[in-house]
C-alpha cells in the first residue's frame, strides 16, 4: 500500500491531522507543510520514511521525554528529511519553499534539534523562556 493510498504513518482515509505547524513561525511552517506532503506525494520518499521510521515504531514515550536527543528517533528524522529533500524538486516544488526545508534540516533534525531547543539554550543562558516581540522575527530565520 502507497502513501496515497492511506498507508502512511497517521493517516486515515479520511484525513491527516498536523496539529504542530500552526504552532511554528515563518517559515518553520512552510519547511513542516512541504516535508509533510512530499511524504504523501512522492512514493520513493515515502518508502525511504517508511524503512527509516520502522525501528522507531511505538516509540511515543522516548519522544514525548527525548525528541531527537533519542538516537533512533534522530536518525528517523534525518532520513524523512533527506528523503523529503531529494523529492521536493522531482514534484516542482519553488525554490523558497526548497530552501526553507533545506534551512530547517541544517539547523535542526541534521543536528538532532528542534525549535524548542532554541527557546530553552536562552532560558539557560539568561532566563528568557519566550522571546518578546521585539525579537520573535529576528529570532524565526536566524
Avoid: K, N, Q
Avoid at 12 to 30: H, Q
Amino acid at each position: 500500500m502507497s502513501a496515497r493510498e492511506g498507508g502512511g504513518i497517521g493517516m486515515t482515509s479520511e484525513r491527516t491531522r498536523l496539529r504542530m505547524i500552526d504552532a511554528l513561525p515563518d517559515p518553520w511552517w512552510r519547511a513542516a507543510v512541504a516535508v509533510a506532503v512530499t511524504l504523501v506525494a512522492d512514493d520513493a520518499a515515502a518508502a525511504a520514511c517508511a524503512a527509516a521510521v520502522t525501528p522507531t515504531h511505538g516509540l511515543w514515550r522516548e519522544a514525548a521525554r527525548h525528541g531527537l536527543d533519542h538516537p533512533g528517533l534522530a536518525r528517523s528524522a534525518r532520513v524523512c528529511f533527506e528523503s523529503a529533500l531529494e523529492a521536493l524538486s522531482r514534484l516542482g516544488t519553488d525554490a523558497a519553499t526548497i530552501s526553507a526545508v533545506a534551512a530547517f534540516h541544517d539547523r535542526y533534525s541534521a543536528r538532532g534539534r528542534c525549535p524548542a531547543d532554541d527557546r530553552l539554550d536562552e532560558w539557560a543562558e539568561d532566563g528568557t523562556l519566550l522571546p518578546g516581540p521585539d525579537r520573535f522575527m529576528e529570532l524565526t530565520w536566524a
